[in-house]
């Protein structure tokens, strides 16, 4: 049986963990922190997702976490609940992450499905909107992806998968064919947590690792942002585009 989630799916993973070793800024505190648009990447991930609907946000923090802590907490917006996790390991893949926010204390995640998000991507609110009005099956999750940007460049950076009938059946860099871009924004339940187990014992800690032990198990399916924009920020390159995106959102 489908569950409606649009009344309930109102929490979000967040990784924040990472130290971006590829931007080069000539600054020593987290990716995160850097203005895009005049506003930290951070809190533009944060507000995205408030204006979707999110009203609890659990974020993964490891490099600079007092710094990137302390930002959330003077400049997210309003209405939105903060939790942390910290991920002491934040040197390893993103899978690790994301198991860090398993729990916290007494308050568990994964009690019911939650939007998991990058905090260093720049997206639409319709982005991640059409993830969480999506129904779910047990043990399901969705990726929101991209068919309209073709670009080679970015798609050369980019997460990729490959589909058949709505569903995942390949995600990495290195798919290819590929009919969609990876978005890295997901709506999961627990058992993203048993594959990222699974594929970590297994050496993989990748959360592209666990997504893929999902959909071998035909549980990932493929929802299209349409033409939301987003933007993966791993470079100063990436940041240009970014805000040439929210100049164009801007003047729409």
């Known amino acids: 049986m489908f569950a409606s989630r649009t009344s309930f799916v109102h929490r ?32 533009r991930t944060l507000t995205s997702a408030r204006r979707a609907g999110i009203t609890h946000a659990h974020i993964v923090l490891g490099y600079d976490a007092d710094a990137v802590r302390a930002v959330a907490l003077s400049e997210a917006p309003s209405g939105l609940v903060l939790r942390f996790h910290v991920n002491q390991d934040w040197h390893l893949e993103n899978g690790r992450s994301v198991l860090a926010a398993r729990t916290l204390k007494n308050e568990t995640v994964a009690n019911e499905p939650f939007a998991l998000m990058m905090g260093d991507h720049v997206f639409e609110a319709d982005a991640l909107l059409v993830l969480l009005r999506s129904p779910l099956k047990p043990d399901e999750a969705l990726v929101g992806i991209d068919r309209f940007t073709t670009d080679p460049e970015i798609a050369s950076e980019a997460t990729k998968v490959r589909m058949q009938n709505g569903r995942i059946t390949a995600i990495g860099k290195d798919v290819d064919p590929f009919d969609a871009l990876d978005t890295g924004l997901f709506v999961c339940q627990s058992s993203i947590f048993d594959a990222l187990d699974a594929s970590c014992r297994e050496g993989d800690s990748t959360l592209s690792g666990g997504v893929r032990r999902l959909a071998a198990r035909g549980l990932v399916r493929g929802i299209e942002i349409g033409s939301s924009r987003w933007c993966d920020i791993d470079t100063k390159d990436d940041l240009v585009m970014a805000e040439e995106m929210l100049a164009f959102a801007s003047a729409k």
């Open 12 to 43: 979000a993973i967040v990784l924040a963990a990472g130290n971006g070793d590829r931007f080069r800024n000539g600054s020593t505190h987290s990716k995160l922190l850097t203005p895009v648009a005049g506003t930290p990447l951070l809190i």
